[in-house]
Every structure is written in structure tokens, then in C-alpha cells.
């Protein structure tokens, strides 16, 4: 793990030098620290065999999946007319639209690939800690949190159709983005972050065979 966080840092780091942008890159460090501190959690969880409730797992787990930091970093390159101070202030703070986005990242990466995670050895998923806490059957848990992540998908549309006189659109595209790749990635043939053979008929189409 500390690896892994050196070299964030470093690449930050680098940002900073190249592009002078030290109060931005903190924002993303910040988050970048969130985010290790919540894999930091989940390590605990698989240390001592512990299945956290639901409530528990989400709280940590909704960091994990790295909306916020990655949202946050986004915004760093974007010219400093467009993306001020307060919009990253504002991704600070969890508003809604990256609460959802993060959910649907959550839930469709559970619902996805707990089984094979599960079989090579990982910390107890949404679909595992939503059983314990409500007593369900796996196809009653994954079919409930399959309305959670639609629920999700209607925040994200509600927060897009407010007037943002402070937030541009391009801001919550981000956002926004980062939820539809995740439904391209996790959908009903399981997951291909993992298995990443899955996504090469898709990049294939996009790149080396577009439809112009």
C-alpha cells in the first residue's frame, strides 16, 4: 500500500512542477489520501475475516471505488477561467450527483464480480454484507441493490436538469462519465475491469474500426 501511495504522490508531484498548479493538485491529493485510507479499511476487514454490515461496507467501500479523487483530478488540467476554486470546493464536499455516481460504481462492480472475488480471496462485497444485514438471499440482494443503483441514475438526472449558473455542464459531464463507463464495463456479462479480454470487441469498435 505505501508503494501505491508513494507514487501518487510523485505523480502529483509532477503535476505540480509542470503545470504550477499546487493549490488544484491539493485538492486531488487530499482525495487521493481518502482513497488509501479507505483501501487501508477494507484490508483490515479481509485481515480478520470480519463481513461488515452494509451501512458499514458502503461507507468505506463508496470510497474505495474512486469517484471522488478521480472526478476531483479531473478538474485539476481544465483552464483556471472555467474550473474555479469553488467548484472544486464543491466536489469536496460529496454533493449528490458524485454520491450517486459512486453507488452505481459500487453496487454494478459487486453485483458483477463478488463471486470470482470472492473465490481468489477478497474482502466481503455489497452483495455479501447486504445478506447479513438484511437477511437476503443473494438474488433477492443483487435484485435490491439493482434498484439502487436506478435510484442513483435518477439523482444523477435530477442534479443535471438544475439551472448550475456556477457549475458548467462540462463539470458534471465528468461526473456524469464516470458512471457510464462504469455501466459499459460492469453489465450483465460480468466484469471486464477484471477480465479485460471483454472490453477488446469495444475498444476495437471505437478506435480501429469506428463508424465515421
Given at each position: 500500500m505505501?508503494i501505491?501511495?508513494?507514487?501518487?504522490?510523485?505523480?502529483?508531484?509532477?503535476m505540480?512542477?509542470?503545470?504550477?498548479e499546487?493549490?488544484r493538485?491539493n485538492?486531488?491529493k487530499t482525495?487521493?489520501?481518502?482513497?488509501?485510507?479507505?483501501?487501508?479499511?477494507?484490508?483490515?476487514?479481509?485481515h480478520?475475516?470480519?463481513?461488515p454490515?452494509?451501512?458499514?461496507?458502503?461507507?468505506?467501500?463508496?470510497?474505495?471505488?474512486?469517484?471522488?479523487?478521480?472526478a476531483t483530478?479531473?478538474l485539476?488540467?481544465?483552464p483556471?477561467?472555467?474550473?474555479?476554486?469553488?467548484?472544486?470546493?464543491?466536489?469536496?464536499?460529496?454533493?449528490?450527483?458524485?454520491?450517486?455516481?459512486a453507488?452505481?460504481?459500487?453496487?454494478?462492480?459487486?453485483?458483477a464480480?463478488?463471486?470470482?472475488?470472492?473465490?481468489?480471496?477478497?474482502?466481503?462485497?455489497?452483495?455479501?454484507?447486504?445478506?447479513?444485514?438484511?437477511?437476503?438471499?443473494?438474488?433477492e440482494?443483487?435484485?435490491?441493490l439493482?434498484?439502487?443503483v436506478?435510484?442513483?441514475?435518477?439523482?444523477?438526472?435530477k442534479?443535471?436538469?438544475?439551472?448550475?449558473?456556477?457549475?458548467?455542464?462540462?463539470i458534471?459531464?465528468?461526473?456524469?462519465?464516470?458512471?457510464?463507463?462504469?455501466?459499459?464495463?460492469?453489465?450483465?456479462?460480468?466484469?471486464?475491469?477484471?477480465?479485460?479480454?471483454?472490453?477488446?470487441?469495444?475498444?476495437?469498435?471505437?478506435?480501429?474500426?469506428p463508424?465515421?
Amino acid at each position: 500500500m505505501k508503494i501505491v501511495y508513494d507514487a501518487f504522490l510523485e505523480a502529483y508531484a509532477k503535476m505540480e512542477r509542470r503545470d504550477g498548479e499546487s493549490d488544484r493538485v491539493n485538492y486531488a491529493k487530499t482525495e487521493m489520501k481518502k482513497l488509501v485510507g479507505a483501501y487501508h479499511e477494507e484490508a483490515k476487514w479481509f485481515h480478520v475475516g470480519e463481513t461488515p454490515t452494509f451501512d458499514e461496507y458502503m461507507r468505506v467501500a463508496l470510497g474505495t471505488g474512486a469517484h471522488l479523487m478521480l472526478a476531483t483530478t479531473s478538474l485539476v488540467g481544465m483552464p483556471e477561467d472555467f474550473i474555479t476554486k469553488e467548484a472544486f470546493d464543491w466536489l469536496s464536499e460529496d454533493p449528490l450527483i458524485v454520491r450517486a455516481s459512486a453507488v452505481i460504481g459500487r453496487l454494478k462492480d459487486d453485483i458483477a464480480g463478488h463471486k470470482f472475488e470472492q473465490e481468489r480471496g477478497h474482502v466481503d462485497s455489497a452483495v455479501e454484507s447486504y445478506m447479513k444485514q438484511y437477511g437476503k438471499t443473494e438474488e433477492e440482494a443483487v435484485k435490491e441493490l439493482q434498484e439502487q443503483v436506478s435510484d442513483a441514475w435518477k439523482d444523477i438526472s435530477k442534479e443535471c436538469l438544475k439551472p448550475f449558473a456556477l457549475f458548467p455542464m462540462p463539470i458534471l459531464t465528468r461526473v456524469v462519465n464516470l458512471a457510464r463507463v462504469i455501466e459499459l464495463v460492469y453489465d450483465e456479462d460480468g466484469d471486464s475491469y477484471t477480465h479485460s479480454a471483454k472490453l477488446k470487441a469495444i475498444i476495437t469498435s471505437v478506435l480501429v474500426d469506428p463508424i465515421l
